[in-house]
């Protein structure tokens, strides 16, 4: 695999830091793990669901010393989204990243994940499915209140 970086680009592989003063090519000529610079998420913008199980993810690539105590908070993880999800297409992509990640693809499970962010948003923009429903069944009760009111009024 051909990697291209940028002079003071970073890349991650093996769980080391390496940076490059020049542009550079880099070919790996057997299996290694590795991180763009670029795809990299810093703790502090972790901070949305799958944000955070994203740097969970990164965290197994860039430091193996931690990788068994990830595995385990990424499993809480991943149940926890699946059992609290409603968006089909999120808790599809959850799933592949769980599979990707038990088969050891967790590069993959990074451009999976990376792949949802934008449906992440949309959905934790947009007002929640429960929450227009016990709107309109606010709207509705207190149509027939008022009616009621309304009669009782009347009647008095």
Request: hydrophobic share 45%.
């Amino acid at each position: 695999m051909k990697i291209f970086l940028r002079a003071n680009e970073r890349i991650f592989i093996n769980g080391a830091v390496l940076r490059v003063d020049r542009k550079v090519s880099l070919e790996l000529m057997n299996d290694a793990t590795f991180l763009l610079e670029n795809h990299v998420l810093q703790q502090e913008d972790a901070t949305t669901p799958l944000k955070q199980l994203y740097y969970v993810v990164q965290l197994m690539l860039m430091d193996p010393s931690v990788a068994g105590d990830a595995q385990v908070l990424f499993k809480d993880m991943v149940e926890g989204l699946l059992s609290t999800l409603e968006n089909r297409e999120l808790v599809e992509g959850v799933k592949a990243v769980d599979v990707e990640v038990s088969t050891g693809k967790n590069f993959q499970a990074l451009k999976t994940l990376r792949g949802l962010f934008d449906t992440e948003a949309e959905v934790l923009e947009s007002p929640s499915v429960s929450t227009a429903k016990l709107a309109a069944y606010a709207q509705a009760h207190s149509s027939e209140n008022g009616g009621r009111e309304q009669a009782d009024k009347r009647g008095a």
